[in-house]
């Protein structure tokens, strides 16, 4: 496994394709409702779980909640000593959401082409399981990029928010960067927009852009957030462009940066509250 960091790393994009992973994520509980919360009740003190949780130690997190920047289930936190249950309760710190439970870990790849996304293969090919080994137990990899498409893939063993991230009806955009043959019709923009007829059905894009073109060749930025196979490959056939490079550059909030192939890292605080916001836990 490549354990760089992302400080010295160069800049590769990403790929594609989800719908097929969808076994990989448990079936979807309901949601817990948010209601108002009791300061009574049975839990732990709310500053010393946010010091567990890294925010900072019980005394600064004591004046975070002194000058509201501390909230629970969307309520600002009026009193010190409130209790709080972290396996339920959702706490954020500046609006953004914190992972109170260590056992649950979610880590970015930038998957080089080549490589299956399968933590194992009966036929020998390397795998992202191979690249991962035991980083952390139960890590499963949030829908797929197929062989030939690099970039960014999602790792987790938090199983719900696993399933969110690959069910189609949260809508996660995922941004692509597509290196393509020929020029880019400048209405190409507005035909995508407003949607494309495939074989297995319509396709629309949520953004397209040209990002640079040289030499009988375009590199193009496609936003979409299906999920059926190939789907950026045959979009991008279907309207002439046929594309030698596919890179997986962004999920939702969470970007590849300067992340170098073959590298893994952990999200950071600030992107997995985003994430977490953004599928609604």
């Known amino acids: 496994m490549n354990t760089a960091t992302p400080d010295d790393e160069t800049t590769t994009a990403a790929g594609e394709g989800w719908a097929e992973d ?71 710190v500046d609006g953004v959401r914190i992972e109170l439970r260590d056992d649950r870990v979610t880590y970015a790849l930038n998957k080089p082409s080549g490589v ?13 399981g191979d690249m991962i080994g035991d980083l952390a137990p139960g890590l499963v990899h949030v829908g797929r990029l197929d062989q030939d498409t690099e970039g960014l893939l999602l790792l987790t063993n938090d199983g719900e928010l696993a399933h969110r991230l690959a069910h189609p009806s949260y809508e996660v955009r995922k941004t692509y960067l597509a290196q393509v043959s020929g020029s880019v019709p400048r209405d190409l923009h507005r035909r995508l927009r407003a949607g494309v007829d495939l074989d297995d059905g319509p396709v629309t894009v949520d953004a397209f852009r040209v990002v640079d073109t040289h030499a009988g060749q375009s590199v193009v930025e496609v936003v979409l957030h299906e999920g059926r ?48 916001e953004l599928v609604g836990l």
Request: charged residues 30%; positive net charge; proline residues 6%.
């Open 22 to 92: 969808m076994e990989l994520a448990p079936s979807h509980p309901g949601d817990r409702p948010s209601g108002a919360h009791d300061p009574e009740r049975e839990g732990e003190r709310l500053q010393k779980v946010l010091a567990r949780a890294g925010v900072g130690s019980r005394r600064v997190c004591e004046d975070m909640i002194e000058a509201g920047r501390i909230s629970v289930n969307g309520a600002v936190v009026q009193v010190q000593g409130m209790r709080v249950d972290p396996e339920t309760d959702k706490i954020a």
């Open 229 to 276: 196979k190939h789907i950026v490959r045959r979009l991008l056939a279907h309207v002439g462009l046929p594309v030698s490079r596919l890179t997986r550059t962004a999920i939702g909030p969470v970007e590849l940066q300067r992340m170098r192939s073959g590298s893994i890292r952990k999200l950071t605080r600030e992107e997995l509250g985003q994430l977490q």
């Open 116 to 128: 299956i996304t399968a933590m194992s293969d009966d036929r020998n090919r390397p795998t992202v």
